[in-house]
């Protein structure tokens, strides 16, 4: 487990991501639309999502690569996907999450949203857990923050290992397509 936490770490602290000048939102865009458009060859829809991941990211100020990175895991950019558990949209909410969060997990923007607020909450509420604190975070969106709380951080659980390696690969690729 500790060696997930330092590959996560360590993938998170080789960039410094923050929306800055126009030369950065260029960069992020490009990255992020090349992203979504492996999975969604629609030119209109791969747009959309590209900004409304920006402007959730600019309004709730969290790391576009991070929102990218986790819808990327969670729903492979896919409007319409619904979890075997209930779980709905492109950032895959579950209803009483987005309930809890005030939005419509069935209108792509309020699911962006309510996405962007639940890993906001998260960042939060992990941030004094030390250098893992992102990891943990991570992992809380996929488990619930209980499950890392009863477990002091990431849950020796499959599905959630895999899940917060599966969002580190994503963040790399997507700095990678930013430093290129």
């Not at 829809?45 to 969290?62: G, P």
């Not at 492109?90 to 209803?95: I, R, T, W």
């Amino acid at each position: 487990m500790k060696l997930l936490k330092k590959i996560f770490i360590a993938v998170l602290m080789s960039a410094t991501i923050f929306i800055g000048g126009e030369a950065e939102a260029v960069d992020y865009y490009s990255a992020i639309y090349q992203t979504v458009n492996r999975y969604n060859g629609n030119e209109v829809e791969c747009d959309w999502i590209t900004r409304a991941i920006l402007y959730a990211s600019s309004e709730y100020q969290v790391d576009p690569i991070l929102i990218t990175s986790i819808m990327e895991a969670e729903s492979e950019f896919n409007f319409h996907a619904i979890s075997p558990v209930g779980a709905i949209g492109l950032m895959q909410l579950m209803p009483s999450t987005a309930a809890g969060l005030g939005v419509n997990p069935h209108n792509p923007l309020e699911n962006i949203i309510g996405g962007t607020i639940y890993i906001k909450n998260q960042l939060g509420r992990f941030q004094d857990w030390g250098v893992y604190s992102v990891t943990d975070a991570v992992a809380a969106y996929n488990a619930g923050p209980g499950a890392v709380e009863k477990h002091g951080g990431v849950p020796n659980y499959s599905e959630t290992v895999h899940y917060v390696i599966k969002v580190a690969n994503n963040y790399k690729n997507l700095l990678n397509l930013i430093q290129s």
